[in-house]
């Protein structure tokens, strides 16, 4: 079976910049995320880098990742920073209630979580406890990280082995105080960000974009309440500063029965369908809270972050269930294809998006056994994506495009996004069609363009993954494409994700 595609690029119609930040990831103190994920220790026979597992800081470098967010999610609302500083052997342990109910050494605190920043080249995204710190531990938090002179906390660093201040851009005031993090109603949780904000300070020349914690999926009236709490408080004459720099929101996928619910590796057509429009309507819950900001923020002074998203199936069998340990599959790449287009195309508002989570958790882009690494199938997507780093979005239009039908709605099987830096373009197409090809031709306006690569990712179906006794079987592999008097024609295969790579004259 075949079907057919058509779009439009106008290669010289350029839009707003597209943020590395948005290709961002998160690390949980979460199963086996932190520990025996990127921590093994230094005494550890896994090769590490001051106790930083090597392979999995070698595989994420090539990604690029731009920030990295920590400790929590849930974790980061019962997380005491001091707990995690000093001497190793002398660190409390404590009770990991969020998640499997284990006791952790601490080992991994704010020295070791900063090393890996800089391991990975990837800026830090601290995320403050609410729930149940102080506002005081908050504020001395950002003092250790960020203040450089001999202030009582940057003294305290200092006795700690680390002489000069690290830069924090990225500061997360709570997360998802609606749940796991206080249970407190928006209008409750909009008045602790505002005095949480207001001392989480700026030392030296560090900056902090302090994100309010905002809602679950499309909560509009979350998103409401925290908007109007900051323009309130702008437009208090003694206050007069935005409280926070953005607000967040998160977006679990799943195919329409709810989180935990379903198999990571064996799913039905119909579930499969499912998947691809839960992923797709990302586009409706993004437009519905930049409509919100926009009627009190019409010059977009606050951004928007997805600072939590990816699917989230069935802990694998065998596996601590509270551990979120899934396998990865074509279908999650596909997820994670669909996502980066929406994306790409609210770029102008949208700053940052996090997956959940980099290793060993939810949709992670590398999973771990013993001393064997395998890079899943969304690993690949965001490789074959890093194009659109800081690029520039380019108009990109689907004029015909096959379609199902998914309960009353119709789902079009195809999406794209363009972008342009310098004298290249990126094109990434999403093809969701459970089995059939597609002949895709793709008019290139406004400006010449030679092909330089085109690849295809893809597997026998769309529940192939991959393991560490076959780690390759879902793989970028080259794409046969050309582009003939300004056009660009390729046969996608069933469930692929496909990039194309241009040089413009
Ligand atoms: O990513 C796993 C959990 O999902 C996070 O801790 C929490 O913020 C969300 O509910």
């Known amino acids: 079976m075949s079907a057919v595609a058509r779009a439009v690029v106008d290669l010289d119609v350029v839009g707003a910049r597209i943020s590395r930040h948005l290709y961002g990831h998160f690390a949980e103190h979460l199963g086996r995320c932190i520990y ?101 531990e908050m504020s001395e938090w950002a003092e250790y990280l960020t203040r450089g002179d001999d202030s009582p906390m940057a003294r305290l660093r200092r006795e700690n082995g680390r002489d000069e201040p690290w830069r924090v851009p990225f500061w997360g005031l709570g997360n998802e105080p609606w749940g796991c993090g206080g249970n407190m109603s928006a209008e409750a949780y909009a008045e602790q960000a505002r005095r949480y904000a207001m001392y989480s300070r700026n030392h030296g020349d560090n900056r902090l974009v302090r994100i309010a914690a905002g809602a679950n999926e499309d909560d509009l009236d979350w998103t409401r309440a925290l908007m109007k709490g900051a323009v309130e408080s702008h437009t208090n004459v003694l206050y007069n500063s935005l409280p926070y720099e953005a607000i967040s929101f998160h977006y679990y996928t799943h195919s329409g029965s709810g989180i935990n619910t379903e198999d990571a590796t064996a799913f039905t057509d119909a579930q499969f369908y499912d998947t691809m429009a839960y992923a797709t309507d990302i586009d409706r819950v993004i437009r519905g809270h930049i409509a919100v900001m926009d009627s009190y923020d019409p010059d977009r002074r606050i951004d928007l972050v997805c600072d939590e998203w990816g699917t989230w199936w069935n802990a694998a069998e065998g596996t601590n269930p509270g551990f979120l340990f899934q396998q990865n599959t074509v279908r999650d790449a596909l997820v994670a294809g669909i996502h980066f287009d929406v994306f790409h195309r609210h770029a102008s508002r949208l700053a940052m998006a996090n997956i959940a989570q980099t290793i060993n958790v939810l949709q992670a882009m590398v999973l771990t056994d013993g001393d064997r690494m395998v890079l899943t199938p969304t690993y690949h997507v965001f490789e074959m994506n890093s194009g659109h780093h800081d690029a520039r979005q380019l108009s990109a239009h689907l004029l015909e495009a096959p379609t199902t039908m998914v309960g009353d709605d119709e789902l079009t099987l195809v999406s794209l996004s363009a972008s342009t830096s310098e004298d290249a373009a990126l094109i990434s197409l999403t093809h969701m069609s459970v089995d059939a090809d597609c002949r895709v031709r793709v008019d290139l306006r406004g400006r010449a363009a030679k092909l330089t690569r085109a690849r295809v990712l893809t597997g026998e179906s769309a529940t192939t993954f991959n393991d560490p006794d076959a780690p390759d079987r879902v793989a970028p592999a080259p794409l046969e494409a050309q582009i003939e008097d300004g056009v660009l024609t390729a046969q996608l295969p069933p469930h692929s994700f496909a990039t194309f790579e241009l040089h413009l004259g």
């Not at 220790?41 to 090597?54: A, F, K, L, Q």
């Not at 849930?74 to 969020?98: K, L, Q, S």
């Open 36 to 136: 025996n994920g990127f921590w093994v220790g230094e005494g550890s026979e896994i090769p590490n880098v001051r106790g930083i597992r090597r392979d999995v800081v070698d595989a994420l470098r090539a990604l690029r990742i731009p920030n990295l967010r920590w400790p929590g999610g849930c974790f980061a609302d019962a997380y005491h920073w001091r707990d995690g500083i000093g001497p190793r052997d002398e660190r409390p342990r404590i009770a990991n209630t969020n998640w499997g109910d284990v006791v952790e050494n601490n080992h991994f605190g704010t020295h070791e979580f900063m090393d890996l920043c800089d391991l990975l080249g990837a800026d830090a995204y601290v995320n403050g406890n609410v729930g149940s710190g102080t506002v005081q």
